[in-house]
T-cell receptor, first 119, second 115 residues
C-alpha cells in the first residue's frame, strides 16, 4: 500500500513569485508519481507525471517536479506564478505493477494543497 | 488527448430517489474506470474500480447496493446512487485508464445535492 503526504494545506504566494508545493510518499514498491490540478467544481487535470528516466519532469503551464528517491519526495515547482494558477493541487502515486487480472492500479492521492496567488 | 465526458455536471434530487451519473471515454477505450467521491476541501476518496465486463470492486465501507456501478462497454461506465439521502451529497468524479497509455483521464465531476 502507498500513502501520500502533502504537508501544506494552503500556500498563499504573490503573483510572479516562485512556489514549491511539497509532496512526500511512502511505498514498499516502486511507484509512478503524478501531480494534478483541480479548479473549483471541475475534475482533475494532469500537470505532469514521473514514470521513469530523468528525475526532473516538466509539465504544462510552466510547472516542473523533481523525483527524489532517497527522500521519497516529488515536490512541484514553478518559478513565477500567475493569478490563474490559483487552484487545488493534488499529488498522487500508483505502484508500477498491473493488477493480477491485468487491471490498472488505483491512484492514491494526497490531501491536496490550495495554492492562492495574490495580486 | 484523451477525454472523458461526465454527465450531469450538477444534479439536485429529492431524498429517496435515484440518480445516474455517466462517464464516457470519447476517443479511447477505457479498460478500467475508477469512481471517486470528494467532500468539500478534501481529497478524492476511491469508491470503486470497475473493469469492462466485470463486476466492480468496492472499497471498504462503500455500500455496493447503494452505489451501483455498470461498466458494460469500453466507452461507458455509470454510477447510480440509489435511494439517495442528504449525506450522499458530494462531488463524484470518474477516472478512466487504458492500458495502451499509462495515464488516468478524469471526468469533469458531478455535484450531487440531495434535498
Amino acid at each position: 500500500a502507498q500513502s501520500v503526504t502533502q504537508l501544506d494545506s494552503q500556500v498563499p504566494v504573490f503573483e510572479e513569485a516562485p512556489v514549491e508545493l511539497r509532496c512526500n510518499y511512502s511505498s514498499s514498491v516502486s511507484v509512478y508519481l503524478f501531480w494534478y490540478v483541480q479548479y473549483p467544481n471541475q475534475g482533475l487535470q494532469l500537470l505532469l507525471k514521473y514514470l521513469s528516466g530523468s528525475t526532473l519532469v516538466k509539465g504544462i503551464n510552466g510547472f516542473e517536479a523533481e523525483f527524489n528517491k532517497s527522500q521519497t519526495s516529488f515536490h512541484l515547482r514553478k518559478p513565477s506564478v500567475h493569478i490563474s494558477d490559483t487552484a487545488e493541487y493534488f499529488c498522487a502515486v500508483s505502484d508500477q505493477s498491473e493488477g493480477s487480472s491485468g487491471s490498472a492500479r488505483q491512484l492514491t492521492f494526497g490531501s491536496g494543497t490550495q495554492l492562492t496567488v495574490l495580486p | 488527448g484523451a477525454v472523458v465526458s461526465q454527465h450531469p455536471s450538477r444534479v439536485i434530487c429529492k431524498s429517496g430517489t435515484s440518480v445516474k451519473i455517466e462517464c464516457r471515454s470519447l476517443d479511447f477505450q477505457a479498460t478500467t474506470m475508477f469512481w471517486y467521491r470528494q467532500f468539500p476541501k478534501q481529497s478524492l476518496m476511491l469508491m470503486a474500480t470497475s473493469n469492462e465486463g466485470s463486476k466492480a470492486t468496492y472499497e471498504q465501507g462503500v455500500e455496493k447496493d447503494k452505489f451501483l456501478i455498470n461498466h458494460a462497454s469500453l466507452t461507458l461506465s455509470t454510477l447510480t446512487v440509489t435511494s439517495a439521502h442528504p449525506e450522499d451529497s458530494s462531488f463524484y468524479i470518474c477516472s478512466a485508464r487504458t492500458r495502451a497509455n499509462y495515464g488516468y483521464t478524469f471526468g469533469s465531476g458531478t455535484r450531487l445535492t440531495v434535498v
